[in-house]
């Protein structure tokens, strides 16, 4: 008998699968590489919203439980996954530099928005309104998080590589079965992959596309990631990833060619030298009605659970919020009530009728 089954390892089923495993519980992990969003993600850990230079939902108690989360997974995995990279956001005006300083004055945030100005950080990003520096940031290497994590699960065989196929499902009162599998409980970690979970599929989840493309600009020799229009974040080996889009229309992985062309205009407004794009990339944000995420237990199965709901920011939330799951299955703590999918009984009701 397995503690668990978990489907998906995204940000979200390896949060949770971390978490579980900590306290010594048997899981099994289903990914079919189905979804891509904690893939493609530009994985960027940043308390601050830099549209209107607000401190995103919980984010400084988020970022502290990121930072050590991912710290413990380097040392386990043996690999370095966080590059404690400064942004810059370029200003385009007098009215954003003294947004920025009204900011400061605001809860938490003078922690991380610097109140130096920053005039220039390279040649080919003229700013005629200087730069902000926010502080605490950084990148997760996702991609490598997801490749390394999936790896040693399969070490400590707990990884299937298949598709968790609902039609093989039994939930009886007090365990699951599913294939030659028996488990005390399924947490769905399944991203936007939701819509296709008869159980979960009522939650709000809207699902938002993201594209990146990735440049490779010799000259450029940035070593920090700006936000302008879009991002520009350094990979090394003078690539860089430009974007992101935010589609609210189109629900499938494919790049497209209006996703390109928009980027590209883009950064040709603040990008002044040559560049080339090597690669494009898109995935399904798991975006919800109110920009928090889902979680808990199924309205009507007592072993079945979501995780899910990240948004555009599971480098940050994933660890915090999955810790919250684990202890309120494990030690009955309670849910925050705005994660918790309890939110949203009256929509399983009535999809139930
Ligand atoms: C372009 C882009 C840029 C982004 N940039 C950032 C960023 O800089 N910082 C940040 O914090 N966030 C960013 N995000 C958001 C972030 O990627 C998401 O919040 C996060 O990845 C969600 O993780 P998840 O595990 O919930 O979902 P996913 O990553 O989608 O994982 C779900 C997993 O479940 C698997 N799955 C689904 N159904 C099944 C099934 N039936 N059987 C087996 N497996 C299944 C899928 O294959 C997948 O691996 C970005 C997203 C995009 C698209």
Request: a neutral charge.
């Amino acid at each position: 008998m397995l503690d668990y089954i978990i489907v998906g390892s995204g940000l979200s089923g390896i949060a949770v699968a971390e978490n579980l495993l900590s306290k010594g519980k048997k899981i099994l992990v289903f990914d079919d590489n189905s979804q891509a969003s904690s893939t493609v993600a530009g994985g960027i850990y940043n308390p601050v919203i830099l549209k209107r230079f607000t401190l995103a939902w919980n984010a400084n108690e988020q970022l502290d439980t990121a930072l050590s989360f991912y710290s413990s997974l380097e040392r386990k995995l043996e690999t370095i996954l966080i590059n404690s990279l400064p942004i810059y956001r370029k200003f385009h005006s007098i009215e954003e530099q003294n947004d920025w300083f009204s900011a400061m004055d605001k809860p938490f945030l003078n922690r991380f928005l610097d109140e130096k100005l920053v005039p220039a950080i390279n040649t080919y990003i003229p700013a005629s309104y200087s730069f902000g520096h926010v502080k605490e940031t950084g990148v997760v290497n996702t991609e490598l998080l997801l490749r390394k994590y999936r790896k040693y699960l399969t070490e400590i065989n707990s990884f299937q590589q298949e598709t968790f196929d609902f039609e093989q499902l039994e939930v009886h009162e007090d365990y699951c079965c599913y294939k030659n599998w028996n488990a005390k409980r399924i947490i769905f970690c399944d991203g936007f992959g939701l819509k296709n979970n008869p159980y979960f599929n009522y939650l709000p989840l809207n699902g938002n596309k993201g594209e990146y493309l990735i440049i490779k600009a010799i000259e450029l020799k940035l070593e920090v990631a700006v936000k302008s229009s879009v991002f520009i974040i350094p990979l090394g080996k003078d690539l860089y990833k430009v974007g992101a889009t935010y589609n609210n229309w189109d629900k499938t992985k494919k790049p497209t060619q209006e996703g390109k062309e928009y980027l590209l205009e883009k950064l040709k407004s603040f990008l002044k030298c040559d560049f080339e794009v090597v690669d494009q990339i898109a995935g399904i944000r798991p975006a919800t009605n109110d920009r928090k995420p889902l979680v808990g237990k199924h309205p009507k199965y007592d072993n079945l659970y979501c995780c899910n709901g990240f948004g555009s920011r599971g480098v940050l939330i994933g660890p915090t919020v999955a810790s919250e799951l684990v202890e309120y299955m494990e030690n009955s703590v309670l849910l925050s009530e705005e994660i918790d999918i309890s939110r949203y009984a009256k929509l399983y009701q009535a999809a139930s009728l």
